[in-house]
Each structure stands twice: as structure tokens, then as C-alpha cells.
């Protein structure tokens, strides 16, 4: 390891990604540009952005530990999530789109009513802290570990740096960076994976050197009805989660929104088989990893074979895409304080420029609050027990409700409250009650499948007997007027605003392929540091150059126009 070379790498990269948060510094003009990107993001930028956004930290950290602890185990968890995609692809993403709501938030008030949302409002904000929280937490350990930094600075540090590119410059920056850090992080991968089997002997030498279960599909802890229950489990995380709907709602269409939930799910058919193989084979070079220090198997490996530069650059990776995912969270909490309890309860005649200033504060609010859960993980067990401990206790709970409700017309704002209430009492007397009273403590498998599958079985439960008295809620109908003023005000946007939306969308796809530009020069420079695989690093660089030409000519099929023109033809066309 170079550690000049290293950090002249992370240094210049993080000054980079800053940059690009300046760019769109002036390109939200109202929280339709701010939060969805004017609902006109190209689907395959959705769909990338949603595929980092989830990956991040635990493929390198809990996944990561998971896969070298239990090895084939870890691919088998993460596939759960591309058929939760391919669910949502069919059925819900497209539905999200057509409620032509901004936030998931702003769905539940007008399908459930105000006090179920404030509910909701204030359990999603406490959950996404925690977990994206979390979530901070092992990449400054990374960071800290690989430049002999201490940790608490480290995670300051980084959590400010993460807060302040999210709070100038809007979901556009978020996503641009998000697709930045997945041609990095791939183009890492494909560097580590061959170098690591050849430290190995190959691939005959790795898998004699492991133990004869490590290629099961089931092990350990994690059982075929934990894999049950997480398929069902991110049906429900993958199509309700606040932080996912907005890909859904961000796009021109309920076509493109499915397009977005395929995307992600054949990236996640594919991506845990290379994800997962480095802290895998690592098991063949160091058995001897124990407790917490698993979670550092996926650096181990990193040091121990990536040539100068390129431990920078994955260090670099690592921690925007696991800030991505938070990012992402903070970009939704944000736009849910501003849209749905400043503007929606607080000031609803607030002008654009105030509504842009509250979620830019509310950002840095919620950004500090998420440092510091990451400064006390350690002391929660880690991160695989934080992140699959408050998944299993919310996830139902939270995210079963709003997705029964868009497809029933008889849940009711009482049902659904009783149904989260109940849901949360019961996961968390199982996870913190019991063994303290009764010295009884549920499986993985079984605390994983009691979150999912009771608020379930309540909701079909209420739904039969809703229906053999034929009842619809009153808030149904209330729904579907709110939903035909929603359609009716989009139709009334401007051409003015139709053009900004288009100029924006068409700066962020030049940026992206900028940003590609930089990435392959990047990567061509520090091959020639390289003793080993500077020829792999080479090529995937010219890659990377090619591949820049995508989102450019795709920008270019943004037509603009001069302004006066396109004012007046987007007014013909409405008329």
C-alpha cells in the first residue's frame, strides 16, 4: 500500500464529487426539481441510482462479513432482493407513479389522512437515522483503518463532507454521484477479483482451501425461512420504502418506473456473484478472523492485493457509495420535512425560495443527527446486528400499510395504525423484552419472519373482514379527489417550468458523462503506478472513456431549442 498515492487519490476524488454538488447548486427551483428531478429522470439513471443507493454499505461490510464468515450464503441473501425487485417492477412501481404523488408521504395523507402520516412521518425519520446512521459508520472505520486516521474525527469528517454536496445540490447530485461511485466501485472489482484469485492459486486453489459447506446456499443463521421472509420482507422494502419510491415518482411515467425496479433487479442477479467473491476468497488467505473483525475482511482483501491508487480509489468508492445510501435517505427525510410538515402543516403559502432554503437546513439537521448513530454503532454490536435488527422490527410495520392501501379500498386510517402499532409492539418485546424477562431470544430466521409476517396477516385479515361487510373507507374517496386535483395540476405546469425541467435534466447527464471522462483519465494515470494489473486498470479506463459517449448522446436528445421557440411550442402542444 502507497499511502501518498492512496490519499492523493481520495483527496482529489472527494474534491471532485464536491463539485459536482456545486454544479447543481443552482438547479433546484422549486421541490419538484429539488427532490424529483422535475419527474423527468431518464429511467436507466433511476434505476443505477437505486441500485447504489441499496448496495452501499452492507455489500462491503455486513454482506461482506456475512460472505466470509458463511460464504456462499451472502449471494443467496442478496438475490432475495432481485426478486423483490422483479415483484415491484410488476406491481408496484408503476402504481407509486400513478398516485402522482412527490413523496410516499404525501400518498399515505392523501390515502390515509393526516394523522396517520404524522405517525408515519415520525417513525421513518427516527428509522432512516438509525439505519443510515449505521450506515456511516463502517466506512469511516475503513477510511480511519487504511490512513491510520483516529475513527471518531474520521466519522465527523466524512458525515460533513456527505451532508454538504446532498444539501446544496438536490437529488440530481445524489444521482449523479450514486452512477459515478457504480463505474468506480465496478470498475475496482473487476481489478480485485482476478488479482485476489491469483493470490490464491485460482480458482481450484480457493475452493480447496475453504470449508466443504461455504458454497451452500443456505448456512449458518440464515435458514430457508429467513430467505423466505426476506423475499417477502423486500418486496416490501424495495417497493414502499420512502427512500425507493422517489426513484418511482422521479421518472415521466408508470413505463419508466417499472423500467427502473427491472433495472435494478437484473443488477442484483448478477452483482452479489463479484461483490461477494473478494471477502470470500479472503477466507482462503486468513481464516482467522473473529467477532467485529470480519466486517473488515473486504479491506483486508483490498490491502493486500490492489496496486497504489487503486486502494484509494476503492476507499474512495466505498465510502460515496455507502454515503449514497444515506444521502439518498437524507435527500427523502428532507423532502418529506419540507413537503409534507413545513409546507403541509406549518407555512402552505411558503414561496419556492423559502421552500428551498428549509431543505437545504433540514438536511444539515437530520445529516448531524445521522453522525451521530454512526458514533455509537460499536456499541449496538456492529453493523450487521444494527442494520438486520431494526430492519426486522420496522420493515413490516412501516411499509406493508402504504402498499395495502394502494390497492385497497377498504383499509381504513384506524386499521392501519392498529396494524403498525401492534406490529412494532410485538417485534420489539421479541427483540428487547423477552430476553431480558424471559431469557428467550428468536432466530434470525424467526425474528425475520414474526416483523414481515404479522402486520401481513392483520392487513388480510382486516381486508376479508372489510369486505364480507362491504365496507370501503372514507378515506378512499377522499383519495381519489385528492389524486384528480394532483393529475389536473400537472397538467397546468407551465412551459416555462417544462423547459427549466428539461435544461436540468440535460445538464445532469452531461455532468454524468464528465464525471466519466475524469473517472477513465483517472484510472489511466494510476496504471502506470501499477506493478501488478496496470494493464486490466488501463483498459477498463478506455471502457469507461467509451461508455462516457451514453449518458452524452443521451443529453443531446434532450431538445431544447432557443427558449422562445420552445415556450411556444410546448404551449401549441397543450393547447
Given at each position: 500500500?502507497?499511502?501518498?498515492?492512496?490519499?492523493?487519490?481520495?483527496?482529489?476524488?472527494?474534491?471532485?464529487?464536491?463539485?459536482?454538488?456545486?454544479?447543481?447548486?443552482?438547479?433546484?427551483?422549486?421541490?419538484?426539481?429539488?427532490?424529483?428531478?422535475?419527474?423527468?429522470?431518464?429511467?436507466?439513471?433511476?434505476?443505477?441510482?437505486?441500485?447504489?443507493?441499496?448496495?452501499?454499505?452492507?455489500?462491503?461490510?455486513?454482506?461482506?462479513?456475512?460472505?466470509?464468515?458463511?460464504g456462499?450464503?451472502?449471494?443467496?441473501?442478496?438475490?432475495?432482493?432481485?426478486?423483490?425487485?422483479?415483484?415491484?417492477?410488476?406491481?408496484?412501481?408503476?402504481?407509486?407513479?400513478?398516485?402522482?404523488?412527490?413523496?410516499?408521504?404525501?400518498?399515505?395523507?392523501?390515502?390515509?389522512?393526516?394523522?396517520?402520516?404524522?405517525?408515519?412521518?415520525?417513525?421513518f425519520?427516527?428509522?432512516?437515522?438509525?439505519?443510515k446512521?449505521?450506515?456511516?459508520?463502517?466506512?469511516?472505520?475503513?477510511?480511519?483503518?487504511?490512513?491510520?486516521?483516529?475513527?471518531?474525527p474520521?466519522?465527523?469528517?466524512?458525515?460533513f463532507?456527505?451532508?454538504?454536496?446532498?444539501?446544496?445540490?438536490?437529488?440530481?447530485?445524489?444521482?449523479?454521484?450514486?452512477?459515478l461511485?457504480?463505474?468506480?466501485?465496478?470498475?475496482?472489482?473487476?481489478?480485485?477479483?482476478?488479482?485476489?484469485?491469483?493470490?490464491?492459486?485460482?480458482?481450484?486453489?480457493?475452493?480447496?482451501?475453504?470449508?466443504?459447506d461455504?458454497?451452500?446456499?443456505?448456512?449458518?443463521?440464515?435458514?430457508?425461512?429467513?430467505?423466505?421472509?426476506?423475499?417477502?420482507?423486500?418486496?416490501?422494502?424495495?417497493?414502499?420504502?420512502?427512500?425507493?419510491?422517489?426513484?418511482?415518482?422521479?421518472?415521466?411515467?408508470?413505463?419508466?418506473?417499472?423500467?427502473?425496479?427491472?433495472?435494478?433487479?437484473?443488477?442484483?442477479?448478477i452483482?452479489?456473484?463479484?461483490?461477494?467473491?473478494?471477502?470470500?476468497?479472503?477466507?482462503a488467505?486468513?481464516?482467522s478472523?473473529?467477532?467485529?473483525?470480519?466486517?473488515?475482511?473486504?479491506?483486508?482483501?483490498?490491502k493486500?492485493?490492489?496496486?497504489?491508487?487503486?486502494?484509494?480509489?476503492?476507499?474512495?468508492g466505498?465510502?460515496?457509495?455507502?454515503?449514497?445510501?444515506?444521502?439518498?435517505?437524507?435527500?427523502?427525510?428532507?423532502?418529506?420535512?419540507?413537503?409534507?410538515?413545513?409546507?403541509?402543516?406549518?407555512?402552505?403559502?411558503?414561496?419556492?425560495?423559502?421552500?428551498?432554503?428549509?431543505?437545504?437546513?433540514?438536511?444539515?439537521?437530520?445529516?448531524?443527527?445521522?453522525?451521530?448513530?454512526?458514533?455509537?454503532?460499536p456499541?449496538?454490536?456492529?453493523?450487521?446486528?444494527?442494520?438486520?435488527?431494526?430492519?426486522?422490527?420496522?420493515?413490516?410495520?412501516?411499509?406493508?400499510?402504504?402498499?395495502?392501501?394502494?390497492?385497497?379500498?377498504?383499509?381504513?386510517?384506524?386499521?392501519?395504525?392498529?396494524?403498525?402499532?401492534?406490529?412494532l409492539?410485538?417485534?420489539?418485546?421479541f427483540?428487547?423484552?423477552?430476553?431480558?424477562?424471559?431469557?428467550?431470544?428468536?432466530?434470525?430466521?424467526?425474528?425475520?419472519?414474526?416483523?414481515?409476517?404479522?402486520?401481513?396477516l392483520?392487513?388480510?385479515?382486516?381486508?376479508?373482514?372489510?369486505?364480507?361487510?362491504?365496507?370501503?373507507?372514507?378515506?378512499?374517496?377522499?383519495?381519489?379527489?385528492?389524486?384528480?386535483?394532483k393529475?389536473?395540476?400537472?397538467?397546468?405546469?407551465?412551459?416555462?417550468?417544462?423547459?427549466?425541467?428539461?435544461?436540468?435534466?440535460?445538464?445532469?447527464?452531461?455532468?454524468?458523462?464528465?464525471?466519466?471522462?475524469?473517472?477513465?483519465?483517472?484510472?489511466?494515470?494510476?496504471?502506470?503506478?501499477?506493478?501488478?494489473?496496470?494493464?486490466?486498470?488501463?483498459?477498463?479506463?478506455?471502457?469507461?472513456l467509451?461508455?462516457?459517449?451514453?449518458?452524452?448522446?443521451?443529453?443531446?436528445?434532450?431538445?431544447?431549442?432557443?427558449?422562445?421557440?420552445?415556450?411556444?411550442?410546448?404551449?401549441?402542444?397543450?393547447?
Amino acid at each position: 500500500m502507497n499511502t501518498t498515492i492512496d490519499t492523493a487519490v481520495i483527496v482529489i476524488f472527494s474534491a471532485f464529487v464536491l463539485g459536482i454538488g456545486m454544479l447543481f447548486a443552482r438547479t433546484g427551483r422549486n421541490l419538484k426539481s429539488f427532490f424529483a428531478g422535475g419527474e423527468a429522470v431518464p429511467w436507466f439513471i433511476g434505476g443505477l441510482s437505486l441500485f447504489m443507493s441499496f448496495f452501499s454499505a452492507g455489500t462491503f461490510v455486513a454482506w461482506g462479513s456475512i460472505a466470509y464468515k458463511h460464504g456462499w450464503v451472502a449471494i443467496t441473501i442478496q438475490w432475495t432482493m432481485c426478486i423483490g425487485a422483479l415483484v415491484t417492477g410488476i406491481y408496484l412501481a408503476p402504481r407509486w407513479k400513478q398516485t402522482g404523488a412527490l413523496t410516499a408521504a404525501e400518498f399515505i395523507r392523501a390515502r390515509l389522512g393526516t394523522n396517520v402520516q404524522k405517525v408515519y412521518i415520525f417513525i421513518f425519520t427516527l428509522v432512516s437515522l438509525f439505519i443510515k446512521g449505521s450506515v456511516l459508520y463502517p466506512v469511516a472505520k475503513l477510511v480511519s483503518s487504511s490512513l491510520n486516521l483516529p475513527l471518531v474525527p474520521c466519522t465527523i469528517g466524512l458525515g460533513f463532507f456527505m451532508i454538504a454536496y446532498t444539501a446544496v445540490g438536490g437529488l440530481w447530485a445524489v444521482m449523479v454521484t450514486d452512477i459515478l461511485q457504480f463505474v468506480v466501485l465496478s470498475a475496482a472489482v473487476f481489478i480485485l477479483l482476478p488479482l485476489s484469485l491469483d493470490r490464491v492459486g485460482g480458482l481450484d486453489g480457493f475452493v480447496k482451501a475453504v470449508p466443504d459447506d461455504f458454497f451452500n446456499l443456505i448456512n449458518g443463521e440464515y435458514t430457508i425461512g429467513f430467505i423466505a421472509a426476506f423475499v417477502i420482507y423486500h418486496i416490501c422494502y424495495i417497493g414502499g420504502n420512502w427512500t425507493f419510491v422517489q426513484r418511482y415518482t422521479s421518472v415521466d411515467s408508470p413505463k419508466s418506473a417499472r423500467k427502473v425496479a427491472f433495472l435494478f433487479a437484473g443488477l442484483y442477479l448478477i452483482s452479489p456473484v463479484i461483490w461477494m467473491m473478494p471477502p470470500m476468497i479472503y477466507k482462503a488467505i486468513n481464516p482467522s478472523l473473529t467477532g467485529l473483525d470480519t466486517e473488515n475482511a473486504y479491506l483486508m482483501i483490498c490491502k493486500l492485493v490492489l496496486p497504489p491508487g487503486l486502494l484509494g480509489l476503492m476507499l474512495t468508492g466505498m465510502y460515496f457509495s455507502t454515503s449514497a445510501s444515506a444521502n439518498t435517505a437524507l435527500n427523502v427525510v428532507s423532502a418529506v420535512f419540507t413537503n409534507d410538515i413545513y409546507k403541509g402543516l406549518i407555512n402552505p403559502k411558503a414561496s419556492d425560495k423559502k421552500l428551498i432554503r428549509v431543505a437545504r437546513g433540514s438536511s444539515w439537521v437530520f445529516g448531524l443527527g445521522m453522525i451521530g448513530i454512526a458514533l455509537m454503532v460499536p456499541a449496538a454490536g456492529g453493523i450487521v446486528e444494527v442494520v438486520l435488527s431494526i430492519s426486522s422490527i420496522s420493515g413490516g410495520p412501516l411499509l406493508a400499510p402504504p402498499l395495502w392501501a394502494m390497492f385497497s379500498k377498504r383499509l381504513t386510517s384506524r386499521a392501519t395504525l392498529w396494524v403498525t402499532g401492534i406490529g412494532l409492539t410485538v417485534n420489539l418485546f421479541f427483540k428487547i423484552l423477552a430476553p431480558l424477562l424471559l431469557d428467550f431470544k428468536l432466530t434470525r430466521g424467526a425474528e425475520t419472519i414474526i416483523g414481515v409476517g404479522l402486520p401481513l396477516l392483520l392487513l388480510l385479515g382486516y381486508e376479508l373482514w372489510a369486505r364480507s361487510k362491504d365496507v370501503t373507507a372514507n378515506e378512499y374517496y377522499q383519495y381519489l379527489i385528492a389524486r384528480q386535483q394532483k393529475r389536473d395540476d400537472a397538467q397546468a405546469e407551465s412551459p416555462e417550468e417544462a423547459l427549466a425541467i428539461r435544461k436540468q435534466n440535460r445538464f445532469g447527464l452531461q455532468v454524468i458523462a464528465g464525471s466519466l471522462v475524469f473517472t477513465a483519465l483517472m484510472l489511466g494515470g494510476l496504471s502506470t503506478f501499477a506493478e501488478v494489473g496496470g494493464g486490466i486498470t488501463a483498459c477498463l479506463g478506455g471502457v469507461i472513456l467509451l461508455a462516457a459517449l451514453i449518458p452524452y448522446r443521451a443529453s443531446q436528445r434532450v431538445q431544447l431549442g432557443s427558449e422562445p421557440q420552445q415556450i411556444e411550442k410546448l404551449i401549441n402542444t397543450d393547447n
